[in-house]
């Protein structure tokens, strides 16, 4: 009888979550897992990536998620290279896969793309040879905090399986939200999404998860509860009348935290409005596991970065 | 000179006629059709054994994009592709740089048409000075020499006080104002609002964007009752809305781009941008309803949008990329896949929907093969099978989804004004 074969990783790039299966997302938590060892030790380094080179290219404002895939990159002794540009690229200016195409000309082995638009990590590992690792493309996925959500809520509750998550804001804008949903239903947690109809369309139910408006309904069920950034633009774009009354209807309000679970985990990808949408000591409190999801953070992009080099670096 | 097309099946929605007759054209006119043509001595006779003879194919929605952008495409590389594709008669949209906005263009497109001798292109003049959606443009000057119609295409006409006037203007005219049919202010997107904007995290413009302003105009023109033309339909709203605009006895017509048959919002999953257009891919129930509506006659012609894009530009972000494919060199063969194959229609209202309505919305002795009328015709083999192969494209751009599909069905002679412009190679 032969053995089942061990889930390999295969992939060059790290695009998005939606087409990673369960066995995969499974490979990155683990490989993270030994990965969050090395941040214990007084030489946090070990030498997986040496020689190789990845650059930060970010068209967007960025600072944990770009220093944490720096840090990451220099704890596995990479080369690390940092372009950030706001400008969006135009028909007439330099366009993304020509600058992309440019960096790689310079011998880069992985290219951390944040960009404000939809697809654009798809578009640029279309257009290069070295990996592409999504940091987060407009509203569609920023599959490391997805996958460092995930791991932290499995350090937290040791599985994933049957946890009921509350994910809470302007989930049509959120990158994060879609790749948590991704993730969380993949191992089988209830995902349950909450916001004003504006922000959060009935058709996210054919993702797998359920559409609440009203966060009273559902506050006391939850294991986990992941706060999402409010956007301030969104007032003027009419999705929300004002931050008063978003706080008032979506806010993780002490008044609402005193009707969670007793263990329950609150979660938030950061930068906080403290007060708005989720009062500071709750934030601060034994609840939280913000500061977590930070650390946990730095040891997943550790695991994206080598796992993807693997595979990309057979060249 | 004189032609002689001889054995081929004259299919001819004019005359209502679809049976194997001969045709003679004579000094760029149709001389005699049947018994009157086999007898004929003629310079040329081209053999059509098998194959169908209609009118010219006309198409009353392209993009030629000059003056401005001549390096996606110019008169003379459009009216090239679209001869190509089986068209002798285009019409091409008056958003270029500058706006076809008054009749030193309008001429301008004309002369070059005529320079150029391939197909007849006629312009559509624009509806507002600049397409700005403000003041209108000298819609009367333009139409005097020769704009066959008017549309601000690429946008619609926002301010429906804008648009009141131009219907009421338009009609002094009898001309036809043809609309881009989207509502501004729902108008800030990429794709479809839908399942799978949502899952792309995609701006997208909702099908409400094309329904209100639909609506807005037939509300609008009631008792104006000017021609009212809507462009590239694409929802299953708009359609019951022309549906019931017709029934009220409402001068509105309609037209469909073979993408809005063929493709839908799914397409959009890859983010290649072949797939962005404006309107949007939408859901396989408008797909439905658009087919419905041409079965029905609520959609009364078959167009392309033929909108040429570098391919540089093309090979941008999918939200920042411009709107538009090219389709002339394989409409017809796609119109047969939507339309023939699944048994929708027949060819008699195929090549209807793609000659004789066309010239009547744009009001042009043409799409007939009567005797006296120009001699433009197109010679169809209905059986051939081609691969669609953007690099054999006679256009300058490449912007095209349907790039390595197996249709049925192409143009093989292409005749303007009594002369062969085209002929499939080989």
């Known amino acids: 009888m032969s053995e089942p074969t061990e889930p390999r990783w295969t992939r060059k790039h790290l695009l998005g979550l939606e087409e990673l299966s369960a066995d995969e997302i499974k490979i990155v938590l683990d490989t993270a897992l030994s990965f969050k060892e090395v941040s214990t030790r007084s030489v946090k380094k070990v030498p997986a990536l040496r020689g190789r080179v990845m650059v930060n290219a970010f068209f967007e404002d960025s600072t944990r998620t770009r220093t944490s895939f720096a840090l990451a990159a220099q704890r596995l002794s990479a080369d690390i290279l940092d372009f950030s540009e706001k400008t969006s690229s135009t028909s007439k200016g330099e366009t993304l896969i020509d600058t992309a195409r440019n960096i790689e000309a310079m011998g880069v082995d992985i290219i951390v793309l944040r960009h404000k638009a939809a697809g654009s990590a798809h578009l640029l590992a279309r257009s290069v040879k070295c990996s592409v690792?999504?940091?987060?493309?407009?509203?569609?996925?920023?599959?490391?905090?997805?996958?460092?959500?995930?791991?932290?809520?499995?350090?937290?509750?040791?599985?994933?399986?049957?946890?009921?998550?509350?994910?809470?804001?302007?989930?049509?804008?959120?990158?994060?939200?879609?790749?948590?949903?991704?993730?969380?239903?993949?191992?089988?947690?209830?995902?349950?999404?909450?916001?004003?109809?504006?922000?959060?369309?009935?058709?996210?139910?054919?993702?797998?998860?359920?559409?609440?408006?009203?966060?009273?309904?559902?506050?006391?069920?939850m294991d986990v509860?992941?706060?999402?950034?409010?956007?301030?633009?969104?007032?003027?774009?009419?999705?929300?009348?004002?931050?008063?009354?978003?706080?008032?209807?979506?806010?993780?309000?002490?008044?609402?935290?005193?009707?969670?679970?007793?263990d329950v985990f609150i979660m938030h990808p950061g930068p906080m409005n403290r007060g708005i949408e989720i009062q500071s000591d709750i934030a601060d409190g034994p609840q939280s596991g913000i500061l977590t999801q930070v650390t946990n953070g730095l040891a997943v992009r550790m695991a994206v970065l080598y796992l993807v080099s693997q595979v990309g670096g057979q060249s | 000179m004189t032609i002689l097309i001889k054995n081929g099946v004259v299919i001819d929605p004019s005359q209502k006629l679809e049976k194997k007759l001969d045709v003679l054209l004579k000094d760029g006119k149709i001389a005699a059709v049947g018994a009157g043509a086999s007898s004929a001595n003629a310079d040329r006779v081209i053999d059509a054994a098998g194959k169908y003879v209609t009118?010219?194919?006309?198409?009353?929605?392209?993009?030629?994009?000059?003056?401005?952008?001549?390096?996606?495409?110019?008169?003379?590389?459009?009216?090239?592709?679209?001869?190509?594709?089986?068209?002798?008669?285009?019409?091409?949209?008056?958003?270029?740089k500058p706006t076809l906005d008054n009749e030193a263009q309008i001429e301008f497109i004309l002369r070059e048409s005529q320079r150029v001798?391939?197909?007849?292109?006629?312009?559509?003049?624009?509806?507002?000075?600049?397409?700005?959606?403000?003041?209108?443009?000298?819609?009367?000057?333009?139409?005097?020499?020769?704009?066959?119609g008017f549309t601000d295409d690429g946008v619609g006409v926002g301010d429906a006080s804008v648009m009141r006037k131009a219907l009421q203007y338009a009609n002094m005219f009898d001309t036809v104002l043809m609309q881009h049919c989207e509502e501004p202010t729902l108008s800030k997107g990429a794709m479809h609002a839908g399942l799978v904007s949502n899952t792309l995290g995609m701006p997208a413009v909702p099908a409400e964007a094309e329904q209100l302003m639909i609506a807005r105009d037939l509300l609008l023109n009631r008792t104006i009752n000017c021609r009212y033309h809507v462009q590239h339909i694409s929802t299953a709203w708009s359609v019951e809305l022309i549906r019931r605009g017709k029934r009220d006895g409402q001068r509105v017509t309609a037209e469909v781009a073979p993408h809005h048959l063929l493709l839908t919002d799914e397409s959009c999953r890859t983010f290649d941008t072949n797939f962005k257009m404006n309107p949007p891919l939408r859901t396989a129930a408008d797909v439905a309803a658009c087919i419905e509506g041409v079965k029905d006659g609520t959609i009364d012609l078959l167009a392309t949008d033929h909108a040429p894009h570098l391919a540089e530009e093309k090979e941008l972000e999918f939200q920042f990329a411009p709107n538009g494919i090219i389709g002339l060199e394989c409409a017809l063969a796609l119109y047969i896949k939507a339309l023939i194959e699944p048994g929708h229609i027949g060819w008699m209202k195929l090549i209807d929907m793609m000659t004789a309505k066309q010239a009547e919305i744009v009001k042009l002795k043409k799409g007939t093969l009567a005797v006296g009328a120009d001699a433009d015709v197109t010679i169809i083999d209905p059986n051939l099978k081609w691969k669609i192969d953007k690099e054999a494209f006679v256009s300058r751009s490449r912007n095209c989804p349907f790039h390595g599909w197996d249709v049925t069905g192409r143009a093989v002679t292409t005749i303007v004004n009594g002369e062969v412009k085209w002929q499939l190679p080989g």
């Open chain 1, 133 to 221: 690792v999504n940091a987060g493309d407009g509203s569609h996925e920023h599959p490391t905090q997805g996958l460092l959500d995930l791991y932290t809520i499995r350090e937290r509750f040791g599985k994933i399986e049957g946890l009921k998550v509350a994910i809470v804001g302007d989930i049509a804008n959120s990158r994060v939200a879609r790749s948590n949903i991704w993730a969380l239903t993949k191992f089988g947690a209830k995902v349950f999404l909450v916001g004003p109809p504006t922000l959060l369309s009935k058709s996210f139910e054919s993702l797998g998860a359920k559409v609440v408006h009203n966060f009273d309904s559902i506050v006391g069920d």
């Open chain 1, 225 to 262: 509860i992941n706060m999402l950034r409010v956007q301030f633009e969104r007032i003027q774009s009419s999705q929300f009348p004002s931050v008063r009354e978003f706080t008032r209807m979506y806010g993780l309000t002490w008044d609402r935290f005193q009707r969670c679970k007793k």
């Open chain 2, 55 to 96: 009118p010219g194919l006309i198409d009353i929605h392209v993009h030629f994009r000059e003056p401005g952008d001549e390096e996606e495409e110019t008169v003379a590389s459009g009216a090239a592709a679209a001869v190509a594709g089986g068209f002798t008669t285009v019409c091409c949209m008056p958003n270029t």
């Open chain 2, 117 to 148: 001798g391939l197909a007849n292109v006629y312009p559509t003049g624009a509806i507002t000075k600049g397409r700005e959606g403000k003041e209108l443009a000298e819609i009367g000057q333009m139409h005097e020499r020769g704009a066959v």
